[in-house]
């Protein structure tokens, strides 16, 4: 973990930001957490359309209140208190981005990392099942971060997926990914999906390139 965070800090010195603040972070997930909600209650709504109508001009009021004051960029990746690298704004495990599930991780010791997460009916492709380019989302992050917790960060230079079976969504679902080898600026990791039948759905092979400083 020391040397993950020593190559984090290197790639990342130069643009380190400061920190949220923990009461802010709260504050800030609290809000993305109701946006979530809301998110799935528009997919999921089956209201009239005066209310719909309704609905939309008071979120649109709501947009124009928080783009009252703007950053220039969401927050980056920074270190949380726990000294662990953690991407508050990301996709897929930030919780402050409403889009992201979020997916909770932790990176273990032996450098393996591990996630629960439910994509419910807002990331459905087929029917009752989670799109394929989401499952990949969610593998190509945490491949990502096996192969930093490895002490390799890099880019994701190619990712293959093998689409075992359905993955069903509005169920717990869990992640884990390990990097296997490095060679020279390439890390390779694998990962897979597991549905709460304990079975794999989705088995993903990454490889990343660490980018030169
Ligand atoms: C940056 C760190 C982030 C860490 C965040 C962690 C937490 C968050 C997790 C988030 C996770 C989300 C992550 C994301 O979403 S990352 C976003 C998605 N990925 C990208 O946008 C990457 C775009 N591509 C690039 O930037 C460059 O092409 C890279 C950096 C990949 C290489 O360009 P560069 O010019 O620097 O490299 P090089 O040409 O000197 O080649 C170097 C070596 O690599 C080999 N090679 C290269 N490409 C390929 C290929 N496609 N297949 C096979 N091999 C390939 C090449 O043969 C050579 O090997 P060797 O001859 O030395 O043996």
């Known amino acids: 973990m020391t040397e993950a965070r020593a190559a984090m800090g290197r790639i990342f010195r130069a643009r380190e930001p400061r920190g949220l603040g923990e009461e802010r972070v709260e504050g800030l997930a609290e809000l993305a957490a109701r946006v979530r909600e809301l998110t799935e209650a528009v997919v999921l709504t089956d ?26 960029e969401p927050p980056s990746i920074e270190f949380g208190a726990d000294g662990a690298f953690r991407h508050l704004a990301g996709p897929v495990t ?28 807002v990331y459905e492709g087929p029917p009752g099942c989670v799109h394929g380019g989401v499952a990949a989302l969610v593998l190509d992050h945490v491949l990502g971060m096996a192969a930093a917790a490895n002490g390799t960060p890099g880019m994701t230079a190619t990712l293959d997926m093998r689409y075992r079976r359905p993955t069903p969504h509005g169920v717990p679902l869990t992640v884990e990914a390990k990097a296997v080898r490095s060679e020279g600026r390439r890390t390779f990791v694998e990962a897979h999906i597991t549905g709460p039948d304990g079975k794999v759905t989705v088995e993903a092979t990454g490889m990343f390139v660490r980018p030169v400083h």
């Open 47 to 72: 209201v009239d359309d005066a209310e719909v109508a309704a609905v939309a001009a008071q979120v649109a009021e709501l947009t124009a209140r928080l783009n009252t004051a703007r950053r220039q």
């Open 94 to 121: 930030g919780r402050l981005n409403p889009i992201a599930p979020p997916v909770e991780v932790a990176v273990h010791e032996d450098g393996t990392v591990r996630g629960v997460f439910t994509l419910n009916a």
